[in-house]
């Protein structure tokens, strides 16, 4: 069965804009726990827009054995306040770390690696990464060429961006998205890869993914789901995910 995991990085955002330490990120990752999340995610960006550094180790404290999942650009330099991501995985040691190529200029992640590019460039990294007990998956977008060379650099899975699925799915046709992550997924299953996916996923086109796609492993879900919560409260709106994820009717 598909997992989820909550991305709380919108805590941080909320928190951040008006300063001081509420609301806590680390303490909506408990509230996400204790609703029924498999685990957590978090993406901290050298900026610190949203959630930092400190926030980091803070929630793998409180985890308690629950899946964390660390996200990051592997080639943004340190800099005061960030210091790298593989440093940052160093410190707490994430069960997963997800490594998305994102420039600090943008708003959010919009694409997959090139891997004809960056393959070479990443399989130290990834190395690094699984020398420190991390499983290792690479942000790809769907529809990308040579997925087997995830495999081949060491990656045990991918994260199939779904944000041209989302957007798709909202203005009525998912169609070509849709095949597009069904063959990638293929692909990345035929290599040995397991598959996660994230972005833009709410409970209006989680279920069209996954009743196309078999085998995803893991969904992250941050933006949506935390607006959902204003609407339905966290606890209710993390059950509709689960029940969505078994394969149901959101109650």
Do not use: W
């Not at 926030?55 to 306040?81: S, T």
């Not at 994430?94 to 190529?101: F, I, K, N, R, S």
């Not at 203005?171 to 833009?200: F, I, K, M, P, Y």
């Not at 078999?214 to 607006?227: K, M, N, Q, R, T």
């Amino acid at each position: 069965m598909t997992v989820l995991s909550v991305n709380v990085n919108k805590i941080a955002v909320l928190r951040n804009s008006r300063g001081g330490a509420f609301p806590d990120p680390a303490a909506f990752s408990l509230k996400a726990l204790a609703a029924g999340a498999h685990g957590i995610t978090v993406h901290p960006r050298p900026d610190q827009r949203h959630i930092r550094s400190d926030d980091v180790a803070r929630i793998a404290g409180v985890l308690d054995g629950a899946e964390y999942n660390l996200e990051g650009n592997p080639f943004a330099p340190p800099r005061e306040g960030y210091p790298g991501f593989l440093e940052l995985v160093r410190r707490v040691r994430p069960a997963q770390a997800t490594l998305v190529p994102d420039g600090d200029g943008q708003i959010t992640s919009d694409h997959g690696f090139d891997l004809a590019r960056d393959a070479e460039r990443l399989r130290p990294l990834v190395a690094a990464l699984r020398a420190e007990g991390c499983r290792v998956s690479l942000f790809m977008d769907a529809g990308a060429t040579g997925i087997a060379r995830v495999a081949d650099i060491g990656a045990q899975r991918i994260e199939l961006y779904t944000g041209p699925f989302a957007h798709a799915h909202a203005g009525g046709d998912a169609s070509r998205e849709l095949a597009a992550c069904v063959a990638t997924a293929r692909e990345a299953r035929e290599a040995g890869l397991g598959v996660n996916a994230g972005h833009d996923l709410s409970l209006d086109n989680l279920g069209a993914l996954l009743g196309a796609v078999d085998g995803i492993d893991e969904v992250s879900i941050g933006h949506a789901l935390f607006a959902e919560a204003i609407e339905y409260g966290l606890a209710t709106t993390i059950a509709r995910y689960n029940d969505v994820l078994a394969g149901g009717t959101p109650r």
